[in-house]
């Protein structure tokens, strides 16, 4: 069975806003309305763009902090406030996370292991275990 062939319509090369011309060497030349044509692309360039990159430091230098009001947040005072998460119980024996805290000494630990190290320690090294923590109260 012979196959139809369909005549395809032909384009019409008046499309809105583009116009065609042929330019002193004889290329084709194809210019758009939307197109700006000093536009050009300096995204390629690592350097020399035009940009200058500062780090914070030389942000915080750079401004003048005396003139602003003190309740203004800026990069110098920006301040967060306290953390609705409960704070994090590390061991004292090991520094892992630890699950349970020892009701006499008040060290955290994290295994039964631990527990019975914290059971035979003197007085004045759990105080010092304390004291790393900054939970320093007195054992009685």
């Not at 942000?59 to 990069?75: A, F």
């Amino acid at each position: 069975m012979p196959s139809k062939k369909r005549k395809l319509p032909a384009k019409d090369d008046s499309e809105e806003g583009v116009s065609a011309g042929v330019d002193t060497k004889g290329a084709l030349q194809i210019s758009y309305s939307f197109k700006k044509p000093n536009w050009q692309n300096n995204s390629g360039k690592r350097f020399g763009s035009g940009r200058i990159w500062k780090n914070a430091k030389q942000i915080i230098s750079g401004e003048n902090y005396k003139q602003l009001p003190m309740n203004v947040p800026t990069y110098a005072n920006i301040q967060n406030g306290l953390s609705l998460a409960p704070p994090k119980k590390y061991c004292d024996i090991t520094g892992l996370p630890a699950k349970y805290t020892c009701p006499r000494t008040k060290l955290f630990y994290r295994s039964a292991k631990q527990f019975q190290q914290i059971q035979d320690l003197p007085k004045h090294t759990v105080e010092a275990y304390l004291g790393l923590r900054n939970a320093n109260f007195q054992l009685r």
